[in-house]
């Protein structure tokens, strides 16, 4: 099984507890994280974007504070902006958090539901799943000389004929070049992959 049909299995996983939705920010550096995945209603979504809810966030500063899962009405984090109360009304009634990794590149997750509190083998379950999600996603440490080159022309806006003709290799090779480099980052488009070569400073 790829990497990716990993992922989205773990994805799948995850979406069958959380009846309205989830969010996973997958290795926080530098305050963004390098993947994030997320299910929750659109106007809620809107709502949280648009009034800069990721910085009061009673979960994600619990996240940073510690490791491991905790319903949102257990967290030890207070609610001062009453951010929990309003994802109530957009249905995000009763929720979980999930917080894994090194303080340099943090997962954290949080999954909610309308109809109940999450049982305690459910939160076993879905902390198992996003740790899963973070082992899967850790960013590599290196990429080879040779995906990083062909990465680079392309990033400078090289056309895969004229990187080719540069590095003294095929069009077909480089096209093998490019693919192994968004492969090894998890990468749908060589943008992406340029991106989050330059975002792992590997570029």
Known sequence: MSVKAGI??????????????????????????????????????????????????????????TTGVTRWSEMA????????????????????????????SRTIAGIARSDREF?????????????????????PESLTLAQIQALRLIAAGDRHAAAAAKLGISESALKARLNAARQRLLARTTAEAIQRAKDYRLL
């Open 8 to 65: 989205d299995l773990q994805l799948q996983h995850l979406a069958r507890l959380a009846t309205s939705g989830y969010f996973v920010g997958l290795h926080i550096r530098f305050a963004a994280p390098l993947m994030l995945f997320q299910t929750y209603r659109q106007d809620w979504s809107d709502h949280y974007t648009d009034n800069g809810y990721a910085l009061r966030d009673p979960m994600i500063a619990w996240g940073f504070s």
């Open 77 to 104: 984090v207070p609610d001062t902006f009453g951010i929990l109360k309003e994802a109530a009304s957009f249905g995000l009634v009763y929720g979980a958090a999930v917080s894994c990794g090194a303080i340099s």
């Open 119 to 139: 049982a305690d083998d459910e939160l076993t379950r879905i902390e198992g799943i996003v740790g899963s999600l973070h082992d899967m996603t850790e960013p």
